[in-house]
């Protein structure tokens, strides 16, 4: 038999996919058409540069006088404020949450409800959520805190639970073997197996929960939100930056010490 | 049985420097939260009346305005769909090749690595509102900032896993791809996609699914989509419009998820 | 009830269990466990030696029939009766099944956890005489003093097999199951940890029901063979007795012989 005859019988090896084609050739399609619906012309491309020179030219430098910087600490702390309650309370409820929605744990009406509950709570960004509660319970850090506490569950109860169904069940099933009531098997069975992880999702949701505290005040929730929105309002592009860089080196400060606290309890 | 040891044994869970190490991680997280409990200002008069504001805020939602609708809601919607979308795009796009950048087993620079990482985390410590802030300053309000915002903001999530994924594949394949002398672009084609395609397909559809929640604030700035259309709502007291809003996109972001998630089933 | 069945630690009565109804893995066993020695259980794979196993300390629930322990019917228990009655029977699985991320003495402390208050295996306040007990144990199946505070995934399979059984025996058993104790194991290590098996059972007189694949260690270590195939018990009765006819019967065909 000739090589040709034997290319010609086996299957390339590498088969081209043709669902995959379809689907890549849609998405390009769907972007053309999508940008086109955009308005990006020439023109307003070179207005756009324009506009953003003259945006950097006014955010520098930035303004660090002694009133706007008194205020931003004010608004910062109050921030960290936010973020620190609403992980701590939040957290505090994921845990039965996640525990209840972990399908291998909670009998089916159990995990059901809290799961149907939990993509309720994920469904709105936290400065929608904060909205209803300025309404409810009026302006300042306590919608804040309230908001990003129904995110907070949101996010750590449901990843929580998928890590309570990835565990090992034969671990599980030999301490539930000795006799152990549900508490305990829970204390030296399943709390072992997940709690680093669930330690470092409240970790990284303490990052997340910084960064959201800094947005809410612009719907009224407390924080640095609220002068910097008024800051961008009245063209005040100085301060923005001020407070833009505070906000990112407190992040990043923070990323770095939740990394340390994360390795203690590996 | 052995004999019994001269005296009894005792047993802790935890070494002492590990004993300090965690006492002082409870005792700094206690001391943030009573600080914070004590310096946050929560005036009371406003607790007391909540319930009661509760209540009016869903009677005035209710029943929802659904002449405004196709009026008002159904145009915004479907911009914010583009918006979360052409951005996840957009960031797909400027990500994937940072990524490749960022991965220290496909790019052995370390100042390479650095450059890329460095514009992950700034794009990431940047709230997408903030992103939004700034591309309607430069664009002008409308969808364009808010798809410029979306994918600056996705660019370091997306570059983040993407790049984690492919330092995590396997070198077998690659390594053999390298032996026969196989072009780079070939290597990287039929050497890491295929190990890194169902990674890269749970990042993007992950990001889309966040995008499709952000883009729907983004007009509470001015960047386009239903937010816009929310924050006239919200600024003229029509809260059975707002009601509608909110109900319209709670139904969005429940489908979203049972795509994503039946997408996922299909191809991972 | 004779006398003999009074004497029997477990007796099991027309056990039945079907995963698809209609399709029987154990077909109405019946079986006496008296109070002493080992007592191996072979047959081929997928005949039902685990699920019998399992149904005992009800990790599996039978369809039918019952299991007679310590004046209860293990088959109808639920809640904290079931759990009272699983504090009496050691398991050892195996994988061994350890907690990894737990140390080896929180693994042996386990064994307790049937009496412990839920706030204490929190806290892991575990009462002194139980550490105390925990340490002699885990010298008593053979690791040093010093493994005590090694993290459970940091073991060798042998070592964590000895773990396993200390963790049974922490239970003060009235009965110990042992599933497939060895099959994960070496053939050096299986000789230990069956020899160590045996030699706990008989010093401390825990009648011991052991899942083994292979036929000579059953024949080595136990007092007593029973011999399943297809969900039906063949063969019951001294290692001694256990003939090749009977192997053939139970495995099928003779080309292992």
């Known amino acids: 038999m000739t090589a040709a005859t034997l290319a010609r019988k086996r299957p390339p090896a590498f088969p081209a996919s043709w669902t995959s084609r379809l689907a890549w050739s849609g998405l390009a399609l769907y972007a053309v058409y999508a940008s086109s619906l955009m308005e990006l012309t020439w023109p307003r491309f070179l207005k756009g540069l324009e506009n953003g020179a003259k945006f950097l030219d006014r955010m520098f430098p930035p303004n660090f006088e002694a009133d706007k910087l008194e205020l931003i600490r004010d608004g910062m702390l109050e921030s960290l404020q936010i973020a620190v309650l609403a992980t701590f309370f939040g957290v505090l409820l994921s845990l039965p949450m996640g525990l209840a929605a972990a399908r291998n744990l909670a009998p089916p009406w159990l995990s059901w409800g809290a799961r149907g509950l939990i993509a309720v709570l994920r469904s709105f960004h936290p400065v929608i959520v904060s909205i209803l509660f300025v309404k409810a319970v009026g302006f300042g850090a306590l919608a804040g805190i309230l908001a990003l506490i129904v995110s907070t569950v949101g996010f750590v109860s449901k990843l929580f639970a998928e890590v309570v169904e990835e565990m090992n069940p034969k671990q599980v099933e030999a301490v539930r073997a000795t006799g152990a009531g549900f508490l305990n098997v829970l204390a030296m069975a399943v709390f072992p197996q997940v709690m680093a992880r669930f330690v470092g999702l409240a970790v990284y949701q303490f990052d997340s929960n910084l960064r959201n505290s800094t947005m809410v005040g612009i719907v009224g929730g407390g924080g640095i939100g609220a002068p910097l929105f008024t800051a961008y309002q009245r063209f005040d592009y100085d301060v923005v930056l001020t407070i833009l860089l505070v906000i990112i080196a407190l992040i990043l400060l923070c990323e770095l010490v939740s990394g340390r606290i994360r390795r203690v309890f590996q | ?268 | 009830m004779t006398a003999a069945a009074g004497r029997a630690v477990l007796s099991i009565r027309n056990l039945r269990k079907e995963y698809r109804a209609g399709q029987p893995v154990l077909k109405d066993i019946s079986l006496e466990i008296d109070g002493s020695g080992l007592t191996a259980i072979i047959g081929p794979s997928g005949t039902g030696k685990s699920t019998l196993i399992r149904c005992i300390n009800r990790l599996v629930d039978p369809t039918a029939g019952e299991i007679l322990f310590e004046g209860g019917d293990l088959a109808r228990l639920s809640g904290g009766a079931l759990r009272q009655a699983r504090r009496r029977i050691g398991m050892v699985f195996q994988e061994y099944n350890l907690v990894e991320r737990l140390s080896v003495i929180e693994n042996v402390l386990s064994g307790r956890l049937g009496y412990l208050a839920p706030w204490r295996a929190f806290l892991r306040r575990f009462p002194d005489e139980d550490v105390a007990r925990a340490f002699d144990l885990i010298e008593a199946v053979g690791l040093e003093e010093s493994f005590a505070t090694r993290r459970a995934d940091a073991l060798s399979g042998g070592q964590r097999q000895r773990v396993g059984i200390a963790r049974a025996l922490m239970q003060a058993p009235a009965l110990i199951l042992a599933d497939e104790p060895t099959s994960s194991l070496d053939p050096k290590t299986s000789v230990e940890i069956m020899e160590l098996l045996s030699e706990m059972s008989a010093r401390r007189s825990i009648p011991t029901l052991v899942n083994i694949h292979n036929v000579g260690l059953a024949r080595r270590y136990a007092g007593r063979i029973i011999g399943m195939t297809g969900g039906a018990v063949v063969y019951d009765g001294p290692p001694a007795g256990l003939s090749d006819a009977d192997l053939k019967t139970i495995y099928g065909g003779e080309d292992f012989l």
Request: no cysteine.
């Open chain 2, 1 to 268: 049985m052995t004999a019994a040891p001269a005296s009894v044994r005792r047993w802790t869970r935890f070494t002492p420097a590990e004993r300090v190490a965690r006492s002082m991680l409870y005792v700094v997280a206690a001391a943030a939260v009573v600080w914070s409990l004590k310096a946050v200002e929560i005036i009371p008069e406003f607790l007391y009346d909540a319930p009661e504001q509760t209540a009016d805020l869903f009677k005035r939602m209710w029943p929802f305005d659904w002449g405004f609708y196709p009026k008002g809601v159904h145009d915004v919607l479907i911009e914010t769909f583009h918006i979360a979308t052409l951005g996840t795009i957009l960031a797909i796009l400027l990500a994937v090749p940072l990524s490749f950048l960022a991965a220290r087993n496909f790019t052995r620079n370390p100042l390479l690595n650095f450059v890329a990482q460095f514009v992950f985390v700034s794009s990431r410590s940047v709230n997408s509102l903030i992103w939004a802030l700034l591309f309607v300053a430069i664009f002008g309000p409308g969808a364009l900032a808010g798809v410029l915002s979306i994918a600056f903001r996705s660019i370091g999530f997306v570059g983040k896993l993407f790049g984690e994924a492919l330092e995590e594949a396997q070198r077998g394949p690659i390594e053999a791809l390298t032996a026969v002398g196989a072009p780079r672009i070939t290597i990287l084609g039929k050497g890491y996609w295929p190990q890194v395609e169902p990674a890269f397909w749970s990042v993007a559809l992950l990001r889309w699914d966040i995008n499709i929640r952000e883009s729907a604030v983004l007009g509470l700035v001015g960047a386009g989509g239903i937010g816009v259309a929310l924050d006239a709502a919200l600024n003229n007291l029509y809260w059975d419009q707002v009601g509608l809003i909110l109900a319209v996109i709670f139904a969005v972001v429940i489908a979203t998820e049972i795509v994503t998630s039946a997408i996922r089933s299909r191809i991972l």
